[in-house]
């Protein structure tokens, strides 16, 4: 029986968690799965793998995560389970982000004590850090997509990109300081453009 117009029209509504099990467990898998920062694998698992999030929301909801006290990934945790189950959610994907790495990290810790000595622990480290830095570059990448549709224009956006690695790269500005004058600029400037 051919569907009517209407239905075959209408748009599939976007993935969510189906029960807060699946929303514990992602968040678990993904925190599993970074060494050094779990922002690159955050951005695979919730955009690309479970398409909870576009990446336009997700850099919504990372930049918020980013100018609030405490880990950015931790209140991108909590802004995404409050999102699709409320305050249930936010606790059960905070649980899932902080549950077995704090297990895993207290073994190491305990095993780190004994080992520290040993050069290869040492170099093992090191390598972890390098591909870290990799990893949160190449997410950078990825995200570049979303300064399309930024209130502050692209070439604008690019100008504070640019400033924001001279501070902090070039001239070694503290993180708060930076976060502090370009992020209230920024913000300033997108809320004059979008105010009617």
Do not use: C
């Amino acid at each position: 029986m051919p569907m009517p117009p209407d239905a075959e029209a209408a748009p599939s509504p976007a993935p969510r968690p189906t029960s807060l099990w699946q929303l514990f467990w992602v968040f678990t898998r993904l925190a599993l799965q970074g060494f050094g920062g779990v922002l690159p694998v955050a951005q695979r698992e919730l955009v690309e793998r479970e398409r909870w999030l576009s990446k336009h929301d997700f850099v919504e909801l990372l930049s918020v995560g980013q100018v609030l006290p405490g880990p950015n990934v931790m209140n991108l945790s909590l802004m995404v389970g409050d999102r699709f189950f409320g305050l249930r959610g936010a606790f059960v994907a905070l649980a899932g982000m902080v549950g077995a790495p704090l297990v895993i990290v207290l073994a190491a810790a305990a095993l780190y004590a004994e080992l520290a000595h040993h050069t290869m622990v040492s170099g093992a480290l090191r390598g972890m850090g390098a591909v870290s830095a990799g990893l949160i570059f190449a997410t950078g990448l990825k995200l570049l997509g979303s300064l399309k549709s930024t209130p502050l224009g692209r070439p604008v956006a690019w100008g504070v990109v640019g400033v924001t690695v001279l501070l902090i790269a070039g001239l070694r500005w503290p993180l708060l300081w930076v976060l502090a004058a370009l992020g209230t600029l920024s913000v300033t400037s997108a809320w004059r453009r979008i105010a009617p």
